[in-house]
């Protein structure tokens, strides 16, 4: 297997590849370049962002409240910079458990709802999220945890 100092080779790209969907998907280098502008323009601002947003709030125990309404200001002003909606930050969840193929898993969802398991026992059990669960009952498909249409091509909205 190829290596890339110590590491195999495929899991730094994969890594990688994450990285580079996730910069893409909340258009950081916009988000950059929006806090660049809030450092030169809005100082105060850009520090009370980056102590309750960066930091997690770890530096607001002085004036709470001048800090959340400075941060509120400096993220609606960056919000004017950055087009379109950036979607609020969830981390992947892992599960290092084996992976049943979709067809066997939508089978075996059928089969343990039949059963009488509950909807969040057949996610936690196989792997999957409760919005899975819901949409391979209610006949629908999912991919990549985006619920379709009957068609297949189009994301539901919900």
């Not at 770890?58 to 400075?70: G, H, K, L, N, Q």
């Not at 059990?125 to 379709?148: D, F, I, W, Y």
Request: with cysteine; aromatic share 8%; proline share 3%.
């Amino acid at each position: 297997m190829e290596e890339f100092e110590g590491w195999p080779a495929e899991k730094v790209l994969s890594w990688f590849r994450y990285q580079r969907g996730l910069s893409k998907k909340y258009r950081l280098h916009a988000v950059g370049l929006a806090m660049q502008k809030l450092e030169n323009e809005h100082r105060e601002w850009a520090v009370a962002v980056v102590m309750e947003c960066v930091e997690g709030g770890i530096f607001t125990w002085y004036e709470p409240e001048r800090v959340s309404e400075r941060c509120g200001a400096g993220l609606r002003f960056m919000a004017e910079d950055v087009p379109g909606e950036v979607p609020w930050f969830q981390e992947a969840v892992v599960n290092d458990g084996p992976k049943l193929n979709v067809k066997a898993r939508n089978k075996r969802i059928c089969e343990m709802a039949e059963d009488g398991i509950g909807k969040k026992r057949i996610a936690q059990e196989l792997g999957c999220s409760n919005k899975t669960v819901m949409a391979v009952l209610s006949g629908q498909e999912v991919r990549h945890g985006r619920v379709l249409s009957a068609a297949g091509n189009n994301q539901v909205d919900r």
